[in-house]
């Protein structure tokens, strides 16, 4: 253990001496934090919609049909009398319920107001914002269409409410977003950088023929990485909270837990990714191009999963981070427990189990 | 020397080492006693660097017996590991790290405790007359010197053998004479010297010397004997000798 204690040091020491390593962990997550907070661009395709029709009538039916029609939207539900909202939200597939009032078409006819509401999945609230638009835009070219035919000029007010987000802060999305791609990036890229360093100087062959385990070595390696990942992971949460007002509104102990795994995904990912390369710039193009990329493009970190080609879609759920921003999403804005993320939790941790095996593999290979 | 001899501290039988269809180590046989210098010598690509990983418990055989300090090296790396010390040719020094933080870091990797490593790091700064530059980076340090630190740490713990792999590249005659000292001097309080060189006059150093070509080792003995044999002036013209008898078979391939 003492060993052990020493190494760890050691690699402190490597982290605390060299200026741009303590600039990507500490500068970086703030940096990144700003900027894509202030991203903001989306567009539409197959947002599951639910209908609550309360008067069922040949308004609501048209205005129905008009929707989901326009290609936008998908029915996923309809239901004939209230629904629990919330409860629909949290099962995830569905961004918006559209609520008919009772007699919609009745006080349309007698020109008083009738009542549709726009209910939203705001979590993502780029999308959220642009669903209860394209929405709001229907219904009215729908009123419109209805005024020409002669029929009485209609009050129609549709009510929308943003459910998760009120404020529509796309900021919401970033957090998970930048977390996982500085969890990655700490995690997986330092790691497999020092690793690959020590290979690169020789000093790797003088670790493996002291007393020293190879499971030693690989432990003191990334022991100092977890920590610093747990650091950073608090510190994007608490940026969030105080800068930019992102709750959390889920337990703080799943959400902490849900990141060391995702943390422990990473740095398996890189003991891989350091088993294959020889030299640190070999790891670090790895890195940039297996995992940077993929995260900030294919993870729906930026761009919505659903609106990607199929075979992108495809790509998206062999990516570690996919899986967690999904997981943080769930936990910090909905508030949903473990109940509803138990599924992205085992599909993290089957990848890192089978990381590590194809570490050890590899590294068996190596030695023989 | 009887097979089992108790003075045999590294015994090589019938080793060989492949590489897909490439055979790095073609059937060594070689013993090494307690307190030789036993020199490995060889062009590039010979098979020295492939054999002293083995012996080290870096790579495994893929047959034949290797005990060094009495334990199977195939079976029991770990405690082979716990009496070697080992160089490699890169020096193995973190250049980020100072003179002390690299003595402490791997004399706590050895397990040894801290009154022992503040007592014999003093010693060791002050025989290398390093004590000025205890708290520098290694990175600042000229070659000639991170290469003594390097083999001084190999042998901090006092292990029953020490191997260098290629000690002296790069470095100038004078450093290279200084650096045979620390040998001398390690072999003298009775460690074994396990060294691999392809810098011949290095060779006149060694008590015994082993001479491998494409993997197989073609000569063994003091360089005495050696010269003797092959009625050379020195090592150098041994070398030469048996690197030509070996020219038709590579060139087959």
Same mark, same amino acid.
């Given at each position: 253990?003492?060993?052990?204690?020493?190494?760890?040091?050691?690699?402190?020491?490597?982290?605390?001496?060299?200026?741009?390593?303590?600039?990507?962990?500490?500068?970086?997550?703030?940096?990144?934090?700003?900027?894509?907070?202030?991203?903001?661009?989306?567009?539409?395709?197959?947002?599951?919609?639910?209908?609550?029709?309360?008067?069922?009538?040949?308004?609501?039916?048209?205005?129905?049909?008009?929707?989901?029609?326009?290609?936008?939207?998908?029915?996923?539900?309809?239901?004939?009398?209230?629904?629990?909202?919330?409860?629909?939200?949290?099962?995830?597939?569905?961004?918006?319920?559209?609520?008919?009032?009772?007699?919609?078409?009745?006080?349309?006819?007698?020109?008083?107001?009738?009542?549709?509401?726009?209910?939203?999945?705001?979590?993502?609230?780029?999308?959220?914002?642009?669903?209860?638009?394209?929405?709001?835009?229907?219904?009215?070219?729908?009123?419109?269409?209805?005024?020409?035919?002669?029929?009485?000029?209609?009050?129609?007010?549709?009510?929308?409410?943003?459910?998760?987000?009120?404020?529509?802060?796309?900021?919401?999305?970033?957090?998970?977003?930048?977390?996982?791609?500085?969890?990655?990036?700490?995690?997986?890229?330092?790691?497999?950088?020092?690793?690959?360093?020590?290979?690169?100087?020789?000093? /790797?062959?003088?670790?493996?023929?002291?007393?020293?385990?190879?499971?030693?070595?690989?432990?003191?390696?990334?022991?100092?990485?977890?920590?610093?990942?747990?650091?950073?992971?608090?510190?994007?949460?608490?940026?969030?909270?105080?800068?930019?007002?992102?709750?959390?509104?889920?337990?703080?102990?799943?959400?902490?837990?849900?990141?060391?795994?995702?943390?422990?995904?990473?740095?398996?990912?890189?003991?891989?990714?350091?088993?294959?390369?020889?030299?640190?710039?070999?790891?670090?193009?790895?890195?940039?191009?297996?995992?940077?990329?993929?995260?900030?493009?294919?993870?729906?970190?930026?761009?919505?999963?659903?609106?990607?080609?199929?075979?992108?879609?495809?790509?998206?759920?062999?990516?570690?981070?996919?899986?967690?921003?999904?997981?943080?999403?769930?936990? /910090?804005?909905?508030?949903?427990?473990?109940?509803?993320?138990?599924?992205?939790?085992?599909?993290?941790?089957?990848?890192?189990?089978?990381?590590?095996?194809?570490?050890?593999?590899?590294?068996?290979?190596?030695?023989? | 020397?009887?097979?089992?001899?108790?003075?045999?501290?590294?015994?090589?039988?019938?080793?060989?080492? %492949?590489?897909?269809?490439?055979?790095?180590?073609?059937?060594?046989?070689?013993?090494?006693? %307690?307190?030789?210098?036993?020199?490995?010598?060889?062009?590039?690509?010979?098979?020295?660097?492939?054999?002293?990983?083995?012996?080290?418990?870096?790579?495994?055989?893929?047959?034949?017996?290797?005990?060094?300090?009495?334990?199977?090296?195939?079976?029991?790396?770990?405690?082979?590991?716990?009496?070697?010390?080992?160089?490699?040719?890169?020096?193995?020094?973190?250049?980020?790290?100072?003179?002390?933080?690299?003595? %402490?870091?791997?004399?706590?990797?050895?397990?040894?405790?801290?009154?022992?490593?503040?007592?014999?790091?003093?010693?060791?700064?002050?025989?290398?007359?390093?004590?000025?530059?205890?708290?520098?980076?290694?990175?600042?340090?000229?070659?000639?010197?991170?290469?003594?630190?390097?083999?001084?740490?190999?042998?901090?713990?006092?292990?029953?053998?020490?191997?260098?792999?290629?000690?002296?590249?790069?470095?100038?005659?004078?450093?290279?004479?200084?650096?045979?000292?620390?040998?001398?001097?390690?072999?003298?309080?009775?460690?074994?010297?396990?060294?691999?060189?392809?810098?011949?006059?290095?060779?006149?150093?060694?008590?015994?010397?082993?001479?491998?070509?494409?993997?197989?080792?073609?000569?063994?003995?003091?360089?005495?004997?050696?010269?003797?044999?092959?009625?050379?002036?020195?090592?150098?013209?041994?070398?030469?000798?048996?690197?030509?008898?070996?020219?038709?078979?590579?060139?087959?391939?």
């Amino acid at each position: 253990m003492k060993r052990f204690i020493g190494f760890v040091l050691k690699e402190f020491r490597h982290i605390l001496r060299d200026r741009r390593t303590m600039l990507i962990l500490f500068g970086l997550p703030v940096a990144q934090l700003i900027i894509f907070g202030y991203v903001v661009t989306n567009e539409l395709r197959d947002i599951s919609v639910a209908v609550v029709d309360l008067s069922r009538d040949e308004a609501t039916a048209a205005i129905t049909d008009k929707v989901f029609s326009s290609g936008y939207f998908i029915l996923d539900a309809w239901y004939p009398a209230t629904v629990d909202v919330e409860a629909l939200f949290r099962q995830g597939d569905i961004k918006q319920v559209i609520v008919f009032g009772e007699d919609f078409a009745g006080r349309l006819q007698r020109g008083e107001t009738a009542d549709v509401q726009l209910l939203a999945d705001a979590s993502d609230a780029n999308t959220a914002n642009l669903v209860v638009n394209y929405t709001s835009g229907i219904i009215y070219s729908y009123l419109e269409s209805r005024g020409a035919q002669g029929s009485m000029p209609t009050a129609l007010v549709p009510l929308s409410h943003m459910e998760f987000n009120p404020s529509l802060m796309g900021v919401f999305m970033f957090v998970p977003g930048t977390m996982a791609l500085i969890l990655m990036l700490v995690s997986a890229m330092m790691t497999s950088i020092s690793i690959a360093r020590e290979k690169e100087l020789g000093t /790797m062959e003088t670790l493996l023929a002291s007393p020293l385990k190879p499971l030693q070595i690989i432990l003191g390696k990334v022991a100092p990485y977890v920590a610093l990942s747990i650091i950073n992971a608090i510190t994007i949460i608490l940026l969030g909270y105080f800068v930019f007002g992102v709750p959390v509104k889920g337990s703080v102990v799943l959400l902490l837990a849900e990141c060391t795994l995702f943390i422990m995904l990473a740095l398996s990912l890189g003991i891989f990714i350091s088993t294959i390369s020889t030299s640190q710039q070999m790891a670090m193009f790895i890195s940039m191009f297996a995992l940077m990329l993929p995260t900030l493009l294919l993870s729906g970190f930026i761009f919505p999963i659903e609106n990607m080609p199929a075979i992108l879609q495809w790509l998206s759920y062999v990516m570690p981070p996919r899986w967690f921003i999904v997981v943080i999403k769930n936990i /910090m804005i909905k508030g949903t427990g473990f109940a509803y993320v138990w599924k992205e939790t085992l599909v993290m941790a089957g990848m890192m189990t089978l990381f590590i095996v194809l570490s050890l593999k590899n590294f068996k290979i190596r030695l023989a | 020397m009887m097979p089992g001899d108790k003075r045999d501290i590294i015994v090589v039988e019938d080793l060989v080492k %492949r590489f897909g269809s490439f055979v790095a180590n073609d059937h060594l046989n070689f013993r090494v006693s %307690r307190g030789e210098i036993f020199g490995f010598l060889g062009a590039n690509g010979a098979g020295k660097t492939t054999a002293i990983r083995i012996l080290c418990g870096l790579s495994k055989p893929t047959s034949g017996k290797v005990l060094v300090a009495g334990q199977d090296v195939g079976t029991r790396p770990e405690k082979v590991k716990r009496s070697i010390g080992y160089m490699s040719q890169r020096f193995s020094l973190y250049e980020d790290l100072t003179v002390t933080e690299n003595i %402490r870091f791997y004399a706590g990797i050895y397990g040894l405790g801290p009154a022992l490593i503040r007592e014999r790091t003093a010693a060791l700064l002050h025989r290398l007359e390093l004590e000025h530059a205890a708290d520098k980076l290694i990175s600042s340090l000229p070659l000639g010197w991170k290469q003594k630190l390097a083999f001084s740490l190999a042998i901090f713990h006092e292990p029953a053998i020490v191997f260098l792999d290629e000690p002296t590249g790069g470095v100038d005659p004078v450093t290279r004479r200084q650096f045979w000292d620390l040998i001398y001097d390690a072999a003298s309080k009775g460690i074994t010297v396990f060294v691999t060189t392809h810098y011949m006059d290095e060779a006149e150093y060694c008590d015994r010397v082993c001479i491998m070509v494409d993997g197989r080792i073609e000569a063994l003995g003091s360089p005495e004997e050696l010269k003797a044999r092959m009625g050379a002036a020195d090592m150098d013209e041994v070398f030469v000798k048996l690197a030509r008898k070996a020219i038709p078979r590579t060139e087959q391939v």
